[in-house]
């Protein structure tokens, strides 16, 4: 979808139509539940926090100055969602990822396969799980959605600076968690 249809897709979104609301919905879910997701690890409540999201982005899409890109305002919507249901919850999650986070082609792998795709993605979920909030979301802005370090500076108003720094330190963090478990897994052979 161009700029252009989308500033199509937002004026008929002004004007009340649903079909219009329910693109721009398929288009951007799973970058709101990614992001909620990275926040707000258990599924039932980020699914609520993504249905929050999705009614803030209807009743405020008037107010989209299109000085940023639609991805970004819409991303920016989620996370400070996110990070409000947080705050007010004030839960303690320590759940793990959901299996299907990092999509797979199901028809180019063969079953044993797509069996490794699907732990390594899982395990590799969990360590993201255990790193500081703003480490897992900065990781999941860059690698999973393909946003930009600027783009992710005008998300979540973090400085260019330290966006690059999270990530630098993020990987690292990944790095020696992973080095340390095949370290202990090779040590109990």
């Avoid at 500081?132 to 992710?152: A, D, K, W």
Wanted: aromatic share 10%; net charge negative; charged share 30%.
């Amino acid at each position: 979808m161009s700029m252009d249809e989308e500033n199509k897709i937002i004026v008929r979104i002004i004007k009340g139509d649903m079909s219009a609301f329910s693109l721009l919905v398929d288009k951007y879910q799973n970058l709101i539940f990614h992001i909620t997701r990275r926040i707000v690890p258990e599924q039932m409540d980020a699914e609520d926090v993504c249905q929050e999201v999705f009614v803030k982005i209807y009743k405020s899409i008037g107010t989209f100055k299109y000085q940023s890109k639609l991805s970004t305002w819409i991303a920016s919507i989620a996370y400070f969602t996110a990070l409000n249901y947080l705050k007010k919850s004030k839960r303690d999650f320590t759940e793990d990822y959901p299996e299907n986070l990092l999509d797979m082609e199901m028809d180019q792998d063969d079953p044993e396969e797509l069996l490794i795709k699907k732990n390594t993605s899982e395990y590799i979920n969990r360590l993201i799980n255990q790193l500081p909030e703003n480490y897992r979301v900065v990781l999941t802005l860059y690698h999973l959605e393909e946003f930009s370090i600027e783009e992710i500076n005008e998300t979540i108003g973090m400085p260019v600076g330290t966006v690059k720094n999270y990530l630098f330190r993020a990987r690292k963090m990944l790095k020696d968690k992973i080095t340390n478990q095949l370290e202990g897994d090779y040590e109990e052979r």
